[in-house]
């Protein structure tokens, strides 16, 4: 085995303490952290709090689990093969320090304590005849497993043990009870894999040298292992919280950072933290170590956003999606709230969907709100269903809640009422920007997956030389229209939550303002994506370059905007919040 | 209903034809999955002369999983909680394909004859023992007479 001693690191090893990952889909990015706001006073804020990393799970395991053995055996261990320094390291925790202890004071124990024989005979036998004592099945041909200590079990029991051993990501034994031998990991691959219905690309592997890092490659008890590694470390690593990524972001280093919730005892910090900014007059006679940053405005630019491997912003503190502008506690106040009101949610999604002219119910399909019947042509707003067309005026505001409308509630009906109209506004404004994200995002995917087509078909035939930096601005169009709509969406739980003081005004201009170019740049996505025009999207596409780049910045620019205004107002209070509402 | 995996099968048959000592389990006509057990409290216990019902039901996964074991029967003591849950390692982490229900019934025997209160399922029964053990063994015992009695 001591030919493991090349290794072929996957990633440069003088880069891995810093950002080199390659995201899957993006370009590289070296800053510490991704802050939406592009402006250079955010970063280093952030970077004087606290130092991030960004990990997939594969290289997670590939440097805290396979390159740890790999270094103690080149460095203290030299006489120790792989796969039993993996199970050391497994059975110490992944701590290095320990292995190398336990292995010069206590060798014996250690060796019991992680099952590892002094002499190795584990097979996998074919057998014409068998008896298995677990199943109690008599097969003729069938394959048997056993360590070296001749504990012999059909493989059909052996797998579904493995398979339910798996979910607490430790070392996996002998079935035999009085039997203390650890399956090594490579060989409990080996079992699954003889299970396993898909056959890997055979392409992919002929290019891959084998190294100590690809033999681990998919080792599900190492990602099993690396999985509550993980989890019970909850304030050093956050999963990504979007859908079906596999990232997590390390807290290296924490200068300043004050992280919330690291027990995960949700409820009792938010009753703590409501109470106290429910009610400010009550601010002096509290203890003030408890809630130190209640007295002092609220600063934003503090709020720890991290982004993933493939460029997922998140909350490293709330674990959730880029957040701003809001601060962390208006979030969970909101969500809450979203929760415990979500029947009223429900009936807004079931009564939401008819033209307001002709009663002609009408599908969404793409995210932008710029609505046009296809029964009465009557074009109106998805939001606040009135017509588009007034949406340009200086005087119209979709995004303000009605004060005469308020006035008139309030004259005739109960507080509880208006209150729950005053939500029904935001939450709805809040939910469509939401969804409408989701429909953007299919949009652009279709784009990009045409555009991709229509490059190398051009390339073959040799008729252009268009690269990949001349469709550069399609990717950026995706990432702002996304970014727009996200700090769009939580500036409506913001308004929620939001005094009426007179900079309010400032605050909700910049917000429509954002909301108009959003909408814009959706527009032309949604365009570009309709059935009519599926012959010559590319064209339209090229034809449309240039809006589509001046729309991209500004909805970036109005993201800026709108989230300085927020961090600013906040800062110097002319923005205020009243979490009573 | 699927057909019953061999294992079950033999099981059953030996618990019948072979049964543990001061043990009986049976399986239910209606679901051969579930078992009606009955456990003589060991000599020499708090549980002396008392006769336990538990249920047992061995879940799809058996045996890669463990049986789910319960006590019908009230009981007093500091690993077996009201509802009858006993607190054995056999029956969680430490549980093997390789055991089975007669040794999963032993195990829970000798629970009965040797109490565990520094690893209590059931808080307050395992403070009266620490507290006070020859009380406790007290209380177990007038338990057993009142609730383990045998049915006529
Ligand atoms: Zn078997
Ligand atoms: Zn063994
Ligand atoms: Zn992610
Ligand atoms: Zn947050
Ligand atoms: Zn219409
Ligand atoms: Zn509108």
């Known amino acids: 085995m001591s030919e493991e001693g090349s290794i072929d690191y996957d990633f440069d090893e003088d880069e891995a303490s810093d950002f080199s990952f390659e995201s899957d889909y993006d370009d590289q990015n070296d800053n510490m952290i991704d802050t939406p706001i592009e402006s250079p006073k955010d970063k280093t804020d952030i970077s004087k709090l606290a130092k991030f990393k960004k990990w997939t799970t594969k290289e997670f395991i590939n440097e805290n689990f396979i390159n740890a053995a790999v270094k103690l055996q080149n460095l203290q261990l030299p006489q120790c093969n792989l796969e039993d320094l993996l199970i050391m390291l497994h059975q110490l925790k992944w701590q290095s320090e320990e292995v190398i202890n336990n292995y010069y004071d206590n060798y014996d124990k250690l060796m019991n304590d992680c099952g590892i024989p002094k002499v190795k005979n584990n097979v996998i036998k074919e057998k014409l005849e068998y008896s298995c004592p677990i199943c109690c099945e008599e097969y003729d041909n069938i394959k048997t497993f056993q360590l070296s200590c001749g504990h012999e079990y059909c493989i059909n029991c052996y797998h579904s043990y493995l398979k339910t051993q798996l979910t607490n990501g430790q070392l996996i034994r002998c079935i035999d009870t009085s039997c203390n031998l650890t399956i090594p990991h490579l060989l409990t691959q080996e079992i699954f894999d003889l299970f396993s219905q898909d056959v890997r690309d055979p392409a992919q592997d002929f290019f891959e040298v084998p190294t100590a890092n690809s033999k681990y490659a998919h080792n599900m008890l190492l990602s099993s292992a690396a999985r509550s590694y993980i989890n019970s470390k909850k304030s050093k690593y956050k999963w990504c919280p979007a859908p079906d990524c596999e990232n997590l972001v390390e807290l290296v280093d924490n200068y300043a950072l004050h992280l919330d919730n690291d027990d995960d005892d949700f409820d009792e910090y938010l009753s703590d933290e409501e109470s106290t900014l429910l009610d400010p007059s009550t601010n002096n006679v509290k203890d003030k170590s408890k809630s130190p940053s209640v007295d002092r405005p609220i600063d934003i630019s503090l709020t720890p956003i991290v982004s993933c491997g493939t460029d997922h912003q998140f909350c490293y503190n709330c674990q959730y999606e880029n957040h701003l502008p809001c601060p962390c506690n208006i979030v969970r106040s909101w969500i809450k709230k979203c929760k415990d009101d979500s029947e009223t949610a429900n009936w807004i999604e079931a009564n939401t969907h008819n033209c307001p002219k002709c009663l002609n119910s009408i599908e969404k399909n793409g995210g932008c709100n710029h609505m046009t019947c296809r029964t009465c042509n009557y074009e109106f707003c998805w939001i606040c269903f009135k017509e588009w067309s007034i949406h340009g005026s200086q005087f119209f505001k979709c995004n303000n809640f009605d004060k005469s409308e308020k006035d008139a509630i309030e004259l005739n009906q109960k507080q509880k009422r208006v209150s729950l109209q005053r939500y029904l506004h935001y939450y709805k404004r809040f939910a469509v920007h939401e969804s409408s994200m989701k429909g953007d995002m299919k949009a652009l995917d279709k784009i990009n997956q045409r555009m991709e087509s229509f490059m190398s078909e051009q390339s073959k035939q040799n008729l252009s030389n268009l690269s990949w930096t001349d469709v550069q601005f399609l990717k950026d169009a995706f990432k702002a229209l996304t970014n727009g709509r996200k700090t769009l969406k939580w500036s409506y739980c913001f308004g929620f939550y939001m005094k009426e003081l007179i900079f309010a005004e400032v605050f909700e201009q910049t917000q429509e303002h954002l909301n108009r170019v959003v909408e814009d740049l959706s527009k032309i996505v949604e365009e570009i994506n309709d059935k009519k025009n599926n012959d010559r999207s590319t064209e339209l596409i090229m034809k449309n370059k240039k809006a589509l780049i001046s729309l991209t910045n500004a909805v970036t620019k109005g993201q800026q905007s709108l989230i300085q205004c927020a961090e600013s107002g906040l800062k110097e209070e002319r923005l205020k919040f009243d979490l009573s509402i | ?152």
């Not at chain 2, 389990?25 to 078992?35: C, H």
């Not at chain 2, 003589?40 to 058996?62: R, V």
């Not at chain 2, 829970?108 to 406790?136: G, H, M, R, T, Y």
């Open chain 2, 1 to 152: 209903m699927a057909a019953l995996p061999k294992r079950i099968i033999k099981e059953t048959e030996r618990l019948i034809s072979d049964p543990v000592p001061g043990i009986t389990a049976y399986p239910d006509e209606a679901n051969l999955r579930a078992f009606t057990v009955t456990m003589n409290g060991p000599d020499s216990s708090p549980y002396e002369k008392g006769i336990f019902d538990l249920e047992l039901y061995l879940p799809d996964d058996y045996p890669m999983c463990p049986p789910k074991v319960r006590f019908l029967t009230k009981i007093y003591h500091p690993n077996i909680d009201k509802l009858g849950r006993i607190c054995l390692d056999v029956l969680k982490d430490n549980w093997s394909p390789a055991l089975q229900i007669r040794t999963i019934l032993l195990s829970i025997q000798a629970l009965l004859a040797s109490p565990n209160p520094d690893d209590p399922l059931a808080n307050d029964v395992a403070d009266d023992w620490k507290k006070d053990e020859p009380k406790a063994i007290e209380v177990a015992k007038e338990w057993t007479a009142k609730y383990a009695k045998a049915k006529e």
